[in-house]
Protein backbone atom coordinates (compact mmCIF):
# COMPACT_ATOMS: atom_id res chain seq x y z
CA UNK A 1 0.00 0.00 0.00
CA UNK A 2 3.21 2.49 1.02
CA UNK A 3 4.61 1.53 -2.30
CA UNK A 4 1.38 2.62 -4.73
CA UNK A 5 1.21 5.64 -3.02
CA UNK A 6 4.53 6.73 -3.12
CA UNK A 7 4.61 5.53 -7.08
CA UNK A 8 1.64 7.77 -7.46
CA UNK A 9 2.93 10.45 -5.80
CA UNK A 10 6.37 10.44 -8.00
CA UNK A 11 4.05 10.10 -11.17
CA UNK A 12 1.77 13.03 -9.96
CA UNK A 13 5.49 15.29 -9.39
CA UNK A 14 6.74 14.26 -12.33
CA UNK A 15 3.31 14.83 -14.57
CA UNK A 16 3.57 18.44 -12.39
CA UNK A 17 7.16 19.10 -13.57
CA UNK A 18 6.34 18.20 -17.50
CA UNK A 19 3.77 20.97 -17.85
CA UNK A 20 6.68 23.56 -16.71
CA UNK A 21 9.10 23.29 -19.49
CA UNK A 22 7.41 25.95 -21.49
CA UNK A 23 9.80 26.78 -25.22
CA UNK A 24 9.58 29.93 -26.90
CA UNK A 25 8.17 29.38 -30.36
CA UNK A 26 9.00 31.36 -32.92
CA UNK A 27 9.30 30.99 -36.87
CA UNK A 28 13.11 31.49 -38.30
CA UNK A 29 12.57 33.04 -41.57
CA UNK A 30 16.17 32.57 -43.60
CA UNK A 31 16.52 36.15 -45.09
CA UNK A 32 15.21 37.89 -41.92
CA UNK A 33 11.24 37.92 -43.75
CA UNK A 34 8.61 35.91 -44.78
CA UNK A 35 9.46 34.79 -48.35
CA UNK A 36 5.94 33.36 -49.36
CA UNK A 37 3.17 34.18 -51.81
CA UNK A 38 1.95 37.31 -51.37
CA UNK A 39 -1.10 37.68 -50.18
CA UNK A 40 -4.59 39.17 -52.32
CA UNK A 41 -7.70 40.91 -51.48
CA UNK A 42 -10.54 38.23 -51.65
CA UNK A 43 -12.25 40.18 -54.53
CA UNK A 44 -9.52 40.45 -56.66
CA UNK A 45 -10.61 36.37 -57.79
CA UNK A 46 -12.20 35.06 -60.99
CA UNK A 47 -15.22 34.38 -59.11
CA UNK A 48 -16.02 38.13 -58.39
CA UNK A 49 -14.16 39.74 -61.66
CA UNK A 50 -11.81 41.75 -59.65
CA UNK A 51 -14.77 43.91 -58.38
CA UNK A 52 -14.99 44.39 -54.27
CA UNK A 53 -18.65 44.86 -54.99
CA UNK A 54 -19.37 41.79 -56.18
CA UNK A 55 -17.60 40.17 -53.40
CA UNK A 56 -19.40 42.19 -51.05
CA UNK A 57 -22.94 41.57 -52.41
CA UNK A 58 -21.96 37.40 -52.01
CA UNK A 59 -20.62 38.14 -48.18
CA UNK A 60 -24.35 39.55 -47.40
CA UNK A 61 -26.07 37.24 -49.26
CA UNK A 62 -23.97 34.52 -47.24
CA UNK A 63 -24.89 36.19 -44.00
CA UNK A 64 -28.76 36.12 -44.70
CA UNK A 65 -28.54 32.40 -45.55
CA UNK A 66 -26.93 31.45 -41.22
CA UNK A 67 -29.36 33.89 -39.85
CA UNK A 68 -31.62 31.39 -37.65
CA UNK A 69 -35.02 34.20 -38.28
CA UNK A 70 -34.35 33.93 -41.99
CA UNK A 71 -33.97 30.05 -42.65
CA UNK A 72 -37.63 29.23 -41.65
CA UNK A 73 -39.63 31.28 -44.21
CA UNK A 74 -36.92 30.77 -46.52
CA UNK A 75 -34.48 33.40 -47.35
Known amino acids: ?3 TSSLVALALAAGLQAGCG ?3 QEARYE ?3 YAGK ?5 WQSEAFDGKR ?3 EREIK ?7 EYMRPGGA
Open 1 to 3: MRR
Open 22 to 24: EFP
Open 31 to 33: GGS
Open 38 to 42: PDTPA
Open 53 to 55: ENW
Open 61 to 67: RRNKLQS
